[in-house]
């Protein structure tokens, strides 16, 4: 049937949001979301289960602080939700909010230049509204513009990330229903190989199962970006799993693709253990959250590009860092 009322709705939504200030940003959200709605943001705004909430939590006090701001989005998705076998229909937008960053934010203090919020965001659209939202954004990657150093340990690449190599990702039209479940079936074959550190092959034979041998991995501030299945195994894939140990199994609450493109995420995707020290921290016994969003563009039967955003301010605060805090106390 395709998803042009779901698109809308959620390209009007942002027409409107992007536009209002203060108290409007509450008159937007009220007319455009559920009166149950639900929405889920990174640390430390968390879940909120209202839309007054959400504008004054997180809106609000972001507008004030990046002035004029413009949202620059590079994909723009729909799909059915395979977790719910078509239950559900989710719309999925990733890019960046710019703006000038003119006033304090979470303890980071203003540079009075342009800054860009990296952010990826699922709408799940009911009867009109935005029902469910999960906006997962990266504030250590809006920390490093503003100068702050939150990772000092950071293996791969810090880069104001661009959106896919074909600029062919704005699917405001609707994509062939054919191409979108072949990018589902190439994420279940990668999701199946490699999403429970199982298979018994070299780590880079294994992701040359799914990827193509230039992928790009477009990493959370932490992490990084990095290139080549060779570099993604040596600064990315192989620390992550020699730092982590005893991972649950995934589970999303959304997965969808259209087109070349797809994405999930989940509220944990999964958990695991930093038994082997990560990221410099040292290491643990406790079992902790990873909040995802992956992107993925498609290119033939394999995976071509990912946009990676991880909670990496709750993973720290559930070792006992508080990143945000360290900068508000140097304030007092």
Aim: net charge negative.
């Amino acid at each position: 049937m395709g998803f042009q009322a779901e698109k809308q709705v959620v390209r009007e939504y942002y027409g409107a949001l992007d536009k209002a200030e203060g108290e409007g940003i509450t008159a937007i959200l009220n007319a455009r979301t559920s009166c149950n709605y639900i929405w889920r943001g990174f640390h430390p705004f968390h879940m909120q289960t209202n839309s007054q909430a959400v504008s004054e939590v997180f809106w609000q006090p972001f507008r004030r602080a990046v002035t004029h701001m413009q949202r620059r989005m590079d994909v723009f998705f729909a799909g059915d939700n395979l977790i719910d076998e078509g239950g559900s229909i989710w719309v999925c937008s990733m890019g960046h909010l710019m703006g000038l960053f003119d006033n304090p934010w979470l303890g980071i203090q203003p540079t009075g230049k342009m800054i860009m919020l990296r952010y990826a965001e699922f709408h799940k659209v009911v009867e009109g509204k935005i029902a469910e939202t999960a906006f997962y954004f990266d504030i250590p990657h809006f920390m490093i513009q503003a100068g702050y150093t939150p990772f000092p340990d950071q293996a791969a690449a810090h880069l104001v990330q661009p959106g896919p190599m074909p600029h062919d990702s704005l699917l405001f039209a609707d994509a062939a229903p054919s191409a979108g479940q072949k990018t589902l079936d190439v994420m279940h074959k990668m999701i199946s190989d490699l999403g429970q550190w199982k298979n018994d092959l070299p780590l880079e034979e294994e992701l040359a199962l799914s990827w193509h041998d230039d992928m790009i991995w477009w990493g959370p501030a932490g992490i990084g970006a990095t290139y080549t299945i060779a570099r993604y195994a040596q600064q990315h894939s192989g620390p992550f799993r020699a730092g982590l140990s005893d991972r649950s199994g995934t589970g999303h609450i959304a997965r969808i693709a259209e087109g070349d493109y797809g994405g999930f995420f989940g509220w944990p995707n999964f958990k695991a253990k930093a038994t082997g020290g990560y990221l410099g921290l040292p290491p643990s016994d406790k079992s902790c959250e990873f909040r995802v969003i992956d992107i993925y563009r498609r290119e033939g039967d394999k995976l071509k590009e990912n946009w990676v955003f991880i909670d990496m301010l709750h993973f720290f605060n559930q070792q006992g860092i508080d990143i945000l805090g360290r900068l508000k106390g140097a304030q007092q």
